[in-house]
């Protein structure tokens, strides 16, 4: 009696470069990627505008 689950297709992208959070770091570098027109995809884990609030304990 199981019945094989139909999953919905997934939309696929494609980027040259994928940044994985927003500090200080991240921002520099998909504003260097833009720069160089670079497709890319940001993930901001956690969004900070100081070197200081990058680092949490």
């Known amino acids: 009696m199981s019945e094989e689950m139909q999953l919905p297709e ?3 992208m494609e980027f ?3 940044i994985v959070g927003a ?3 991240g921002l520099s ?5 833009n720069a160089r027109s ?3 995809a940001s993930h ?3 969004i900070s505008f ?3 609030e990058s680092f949490r304990s």
Not at 29 to 33: M, P
């Open 44 to 46: 901001p884990a956690y």
């Open 38 to 40: 670079l497709g890319s």
């Open 23 to 25: 500090g200080p770091a």
């Open 50 to 52: 100081q070197i200081s």
């Open 29 to 33: 570098a998909a504003i260097r990627a």
């Open 10 to 12: 997934r939309e696929s």
């Open 16 to 18: 040259d470069v994928v």
